[in-house]
């Protein structure tokens, strides 16, 4: 087993699974987030954000999605770096655009853009929630709750740079999924000649659906009100 | 019949092979442990025989000049590789193989060596097959076959059109396999420069290391020679840029014969010379001729208009297009063997009927074969030559016909063996194109790769422990015998030598003039006058060569222009042996063409009288005439006739 | 074939004196190129004037001219094998330049891949990860018929699609990593494909891919540069075919 984690193939099989864990807590982050739009009053997103906190299952998934960015980046990181070694002395003159696409070439580029807007987000919802517990409480249907609707709807009313960071986050995440959706399926052996052009479309699709998604929101807030 | 004794065994010739297996002596396996073989060139014949060695047990050591053991030029194959399966139910056999081989070579190659590759051609087909040879299939799983030139039956296996490439892998990787094991050690960008002989015998080589230029000396018990052909003596040829008749050249100054020299193959369809500044030329596989018609026009004025630009292919219309193969060989029509097809293509534009500037092209029609089978067919059948093709001349050969034009491809001459494919050194050995043994006077389709497997997976591992069985208490060379020490002096005083010139003209000058002359006088057609002239002319060029070459660098580096500079020297001299050979040999046969001897129709005309031998030449000495000594060439089981096509 | 000259070429060469010198770009002017004239015979000439004027031609690897033998390599503006597609350098030809254009060449570049001198580089990690693996392990003779097996039309032609690899080293060459995964999976997607070679497959990617981590060559990120530089037009779905392969390998390990 560790000649498999030391080895090349190892290392990319956990960029891989962590990302198919990643883009998982994407689509249950969106769906909880979504609800956000269709009550204004909040009630029913707090009671979204109240269900995925309480929940037992949640608290177990917590810490591991927890451990799967950290690896996920740490991975990256590594594998980054030994990649850079693997060519000491670069090209004067090189032209990758007709053969790869730029996200794929600027993975790491991006993953970093996006570790950065990560950070941002936990400072402003993360932490006041689930650390400092400085989120005023909210009664819905007689259960007292934090009220998070009230902190993002609060941001996003207030400030047209976190909508414009919250967008381009949002978008930078949406690049990275056009080849990292397609690329984990690659990576652990799903593919082949006639199955690729599926995955990379359904790919395609789920990266523009979740720059989208994520994007609605803020826009939502900025336009409504 | 006192220096050549060819081994031959006694016996009907179906048995000789397995009678003379029975007989030849063979080394136990502790003793294999003990012997060293050296095998130079590293193509189907060198690798198949550096890795059959191994797995056998002796210790090899195999050089090549390229980088690696894949890029021999037998990848260059395009075709396919005969063998007599008889999966078609067409009635093939190993007879049929022996004698349409026979037949194919004008009669000028031994039964009993034909017979013996006819007879194990099968085993090579099932042990590429084992090997992960990815040969055509057909849908219900059978391996498929196609026909070729110059034969009724369809025998022929193939990978696409990389049958070379395929099979030279299978080799490849069988020798990658030894060479994991550390039984086979591989000096790849080693180039042989010498052999060395102890006592009479082969004992080893002499070889520059090419990126550091070191001069190192390799002992053994056996030296195989695999090194292919010499068909770059005519500069512009088929073969790799470095291909090279150097270790050919040093057996043959250290006692070994060259047979047949002056045989070699013009390849009928390959794309025409473009200009003087070619280096090479493309081949397209014979396989396009099964459904490509060879054309020119029948009248003059056409072919002037097309030869200037003025008119294209498209614009002459359906009657006044001269088939002259099918013409001329309504049987054969364009399938005709190989020097046949060349030799009318060369009358055709010699008339003043060439299509392309120069007038050295005839056109290769895929148009009928379109109307007949539609594109999609023939894109499947010729897709990756058509794509070659129109990389190289940026015209779409879907549309307009292709140009061809014959050119140097393969040498049947070759170092001289006995049926145990020894030179007449002992522990010497040669193998595939670089030996003459198989293919006479003329090889067909698909002949090579056979042959070239044959000898290093089915024959010379058996053969060489008849060798080697009386050396099992040989120790192992000794580098530092004295024999060793001078030919590495010979070695390095030739390179110092060639270094030495300082004078005003790279070697590609030499090598031109030299390709020159070859193609004029020793070419497609030969005669009396011109050989004369030629031998005179490429005396004058290895005096000038000697005098004003220039070769910039130093020796102890990467030096590629003083690689090619040692190459041309060997090439020099070969060139006025070979000239000697076409002109001893006053009659035509296979690719060998003599304008005095053509029958009434102006076809090539064989004289079995005068013409019935091999020619061994054995080297005198530094600008001393060599000798030529005759192997006579006995058919006891095929009457001779004269090849018609008609 | 309309046939041009290009009266005047500007080329930028990479010259390295041996593997420990540190290199550097000369340029050079070459005159009256038929466009019908292929990249490296343009090279031959400019090498002949170089040798004509007693300075040292510049050092290339080539040997067939056709496109088959995988030893000719460079990086040509900025392409590996130079701004065409599914060829190889030899059958690269000057119409794809223009009058006056500046042609930049560089040495295929990678740790794994060490400049010789000048444009020629060391490929032998390729024949390493080779011998690791990459063969039937079948002696000479004692073979069964060649239609014992059958085997499948598409899984031969897959096969043969993978069996294609002329090992030149371009995938490596123009992968932003220096990865060999499309080199070392067209190896173990060629054998795995046919019955012959399924019986070693798992210890074939084994060894194959630890020795490709071993020889400092990069690892894949996907972005596909491999396949389309490829002159044989190798599809990285062997690269899939090698990670299943490879993890099938380890987990019965």
Partial sequence: MSSFVNSSIGKKFFMSITGFFLMMFLVVHLSINLLLLFDDSGNLFNQGAHFMATNPLIKIVEPLLALGFVLHILYATYLTLKNQKARPVNYKKADLSKSSSWASRNMFVLGTLILIFLVIHIINFYWQLKVSHTVPGVMVDGVEMENAYGLVAGLFKASLIYCLIYITGAVFLGIHLTHGFWSAFQTIGWNNDIWRKRIEFVGKVFAILIAVGFSIIPLYFLIKF | MTVLNSHIPEGPLADKWSKHKQKIKVVSPANKRKLEVIVVGTGLAGASAAASLAELGYQVKAFCYQDSPRRAHSIAAQGGINASKNYQNDNDSVYRLFYDTIKGGDYRAREANVYRLAEVSGSIIDQCVAQGVPFAREYGGNLANRSFGGVLVSRTFYARGQTGQQLLIGAYSALNRQIGKGTVQMFPRHEMLDLVKIDGKARGIIARDMVSGEIKRYGAHAVVIASGGYGNVFFLSTNAMGCNAGAAWQVYKRGAFMSNPCFVQIHPTCIPVHGDQQSKLTLMSESLRNDGRIWVPKKKEDAEKLQKGLIKANDIPEEDRDFYLERRYPAYGNLVPRDVASRAAKERCDAGFGVNNTGLAVYLDFKYAIERLGRDVIEARYGNLFQMYEKITDADPYKEPMMIYPAIHYSMGGTWVDYNLMTNIPGLYAIGEANFSDHGANRLGASALMQGLADGYFVLPYTIGNYLADEIQVPKTDTNAQEFAEAEKAVTDRLNKLMAIKGTKPTDYFHKKLGKIMWDYVGMSRNEAGLKKAIELIAEVKTEFWKDLLVPGEQNEVNQELEKAGRVADFIELADVMARDALARNESCGGHFREESVSEEGEAQRNDEIGTYVSAWEYKGENQEPVMHKETLVFENVELTQRSYK | ?253
């Fill in chain 3, 1 to 253: 074939m309309s046939e041009k000259i290009l009266k005047e070429i500007i080329v930028k060469v990479w010259r390295q004196k041996n593997a420990s010198d540190k290199g550097r770009f000369e340029t050079f002017t070459v005159n009256n190129i038929s466009t019908d004239t292929s990249f490296l015979e343009m090279l031959d000439i400019l090498n002949y004037q170089l040798v004509e004027e007693g300075k040292s031609p510049i050092v290339f690897d080539h040997d067939c001219r056709e496109g088959i033998c995988g030893t000719c390599s460079l990086f040509i503006n900025g392409r590996a094998h130079g701004p065409d597609d599914d060829i190889t350098t030899c059958q690269l030809h000057m119409r794809k330049f223009k009058e006056g254009e500046t042609i930049t060449v560089e040495p295929f570049r990678a740790a794994s891949f060490p400049v010789i001198k000048d444009l020629m580089v060391d490929r032998s990690a390729f024949e390493k990860i080779l011998h690791a693996g990459g063969f039937v392990s079948v002696n000479t003779g004692g073979v069964p018929d060649g239609n014992a097996i059958p085997i499948g039309y598409d899984d031969a032609e897959a096969a043969m699609d993978a069996a294609s690899c002329i090992g030149c080293g371009a995938c490596v060459a123009t992968c932003k990593n220096s990865s060999a995964m499309l080199f070392v999976s067209a190896k173990v997607s060629h054998l795995a494909r046919l019955p012959q070679g399924k019986v070693e497959a798992a210890r074939r990617a084994r060894a194959m891919v630890s020795k490709m981590d071993e020889l400092g060559f990069g690892n894949c990120s996907n972005t596909g540069a491999c396949e389309v530089e490829c002159p044989k037009g190798i599809s990285i779905a062997n690269i899939a075919t090698l990670n299943r392969e490879y993890l099938k390998a380890k987990i019965a390990e």
